[in-house]
T-cell receptor
Framework: AAGVIQSPRHLIKEKRETATLKCYPIPRHDTVYWYQQGPGQDPQFLISFYEKMQSDKGSIPDRFSAQQFSDYHSELNMSSLELGDSALYFC??????????????FGPGTRLLVL | GNSVTQMEGPVTLSEEAFLTINCTYTATGYPSLFWYVQYPGEGLQLLLKATKADDKGSNKGFEATYRKETTSFHLEKGSVQVSDSAVYFCAVGPGGTSYGKLTFGQGTILTVHP
């Protein structure tokens, strides 16, 4: 079965640079979530989108922005990168059309290292 | 908001031992409960879930029962294998027909020795 795809899988940036992370949800999934997992920590919710509209917002820095496109893929844009942004960034997708509780399925993550 | 507390690890077991990882939560209403597993260098995989009180989620020999009276969702497995070595996260999400973020516990590192 098709899974959530994230790209790139690894990214190295310098401080103050920008980064763009991409997420391709499971086909026919309409909701995308972004989470940040620091080293040895649990994933923290950043932001979510349903049908291309922002549906919820967590502890996402103002330097970050995100959007969901017409094909349902999502991009997380990160500017003025700081050392503390080094983390594993997960995207998850779910389907409201399928009913039920909208179980979230996670991608493999993008590991961002800021030097 | 919601919160999850997992037993502190790491947990180290011998192969074929019994596993319990405790998880308790605080949430309003009737949340959905999940266990996710993260193998080294990989993403989060859904292990099992339960959506209402007394539901039992099960998968790959792992089980967890939604206990509303004790607000718990403890993970158990009767006989662990080396391949079960991973980090296990308990998570709480919205229930009913709601949709929203997951709140995770701090994770429990499990190491199984031959």
């Amino acid at each position: 079965a098709a899974g959530v795809i994230q790209s790139p899988r690894h990214l190295i940036k310098e401080k103050r640079e920008t980064a763009t992370l991409k997420c391709y949800p499971i086909p026919r999934h309409d909701t995308v979530y972004w989470y940040q997992q620091g080293p040895g920590q649990d994933p923290q919710f950043l932001i979510s989108f349903y049908e291309k509209m922002q549906s919820d917002k967590g502890s996402i820095p103002d330097r970050f922005s995100a959007q969901q496109f017409s094909d349902y893929h999502s991009e997380l844009n990160m500017s003025s990168l700081e050392l503390g942004d080094s983390a594993l960034y997960f995207c998850a997708s779910s389907s409201r059309l399928a009913g039920g509780i909208g179980t979230q399925y996670f991608g493999p993550g993008t590991r961002l290292l800021v030097l | 908001g919601n919160s999850v507390t997992q037993m502190e690890g790491p947990v180290t077991l011998s192969e074929e031992a019994f596993l319990t990882i405790n998880c308790t939560y605080t949430a309003t209403g009737y949340p959905s409960l999940f266990w996710y597993v993260q193998y080294p260098g990989e993403g989060l995989q859904l292990l099992l879930k339960a959506t209402k009180a007394d539901d039992k989620g099960s998968n790959k020999g792992f089980e967890a029962t939604y206990r509303k009276e004790t607000t718990s969702f403890h993970l158990e497995k009767g006989s662990v294998q080396v391949s079960d070595s991973a980090v296990y996260f308990c998570a709480v999400g919205p229930g009913g027909t709601s949709y929203g973020k997951l709140t995770f516990g701090q994770g429990t590192i499990l190491t199984v020795h031959p």
